[in-house]
Antibody, heavy 122, light 107 residues
Framework: EVQLVESGGELVQPGGSLRLSCAASGFTFSDHYMDWVRQAPGKGLEWVGRTRNKANSYSTEYAASVKGRFTISIDDSKNSLYLQMNSLKTEDTAVYYC?????????????WGQGTLVTVSS | DIQMTQSPSSLSASVGDRVTITCRASQGIGKALGWYQQKPGKAPKRLIYAASSLQSGVPSRFSGSGSGTEFTLTISSLQPEDFAIYYCLQHNSYPLTFGGGTKVEIK
């Protein structure tokens, strides 16, 4: 069974840093693109960024709102995805989801974690 | 960036009703569109991929159509468990963008 389990969300002050983790199981992690998506309280979904798969050197893409502040990385020995978040702003407050990208050809999101809440507040 | 305009933002419907939700892309995206259902406190779940392909395990009352800039999600006969928020997502180009969501409520 495919599983994605996020962790690391907590209350952090503006300007602070936080690292989120996503532990993957039930599939060959290095074969898939993996994304982060966030949802501010009571709001819609926002794409945060992507890491491509091992065959594509784990190259990354980011939304403009986080580029230069957030970094996505992979430890494939641990089947884990990370989101390093620096210079956090109050508007980064959201539930952060780890998402697997379908590699069957559609390249849409076929599996989501349960999410982890990040609250940026003084 | 490609803007995804989803309509309506909310609707009220009765069990058994036919419901249609639309997403318009600001430029052509081929069939690189998915539809997702989100229930309160839960992660989204994929219903449709590649604009019209039904996700395995999703009831056949859900269907998707369209290509290019205009897409629809149709629920042929609304069931109690279908009351939720629905989102479209384009993954044709970066940044990936979601529609604003459609909240389907009980009439």
């Amino acid at each position: 069974e495919v599983q994605l389990v996020e962790s690391g969300g907590e209350l952090v002050q503006p300007g602070g840093s936080l690292r989120l983790s996503c532990a993957a199981s039930g599939f060959t992690f290095s074969d898939h693109y993996m994304d982060w998506v966030r949802q501010a309280p009571g709001k819609g979904l926002e794409w945060v960024g992507r890491t491509r798969n091992k065959a594509n050197s784990y190259s990354t893409e980011y939304a403009a709102s986080v580029k230069g502040r957030f970094t996505i990385s992979i430890d494939d020995s641990k089947n884990s995805l990370y989101l390093q978040m620096n210079s956090l702003k109050t508007e980064d407050t959201a539930v952060y989801y780890c998402v697997r990208v379908d590699r069957s050809g559609s390249y849409s999101f076929d599996c989501w974690g349960q999410g982890t809440l990040v609250t940026v507040s003084s | 960036d490609i803007q995804m305009t989803q309509s309506p933002s909310s609707l009220s419907a009765s069990v058994g009703d036919r419901v249609t939700i639309t997403c318009r892309a600001s430029q052509g995206i081929g069939k690189a569109l998915g539809w997702y259902q989100q229930k309160p406190g839960k992660a989204p779940k994929r219903l449709i991929y590649a604009a019209s392909s039904l996700q395995s395990g999703v009831p056949s009352r859900f269907s998707g159509s369209g290509s290019g800039t205009e897409f629809t999600l149709t629920i042929s006969s609304l069931q109690p468990e279908d009351f939720a928020i629905y989102y479209c997502l384009q993954h044709n180009s970066y940044p990936l963008t979601f529609g604003g969501g459609t909240k389907v409520e009980i009439k």
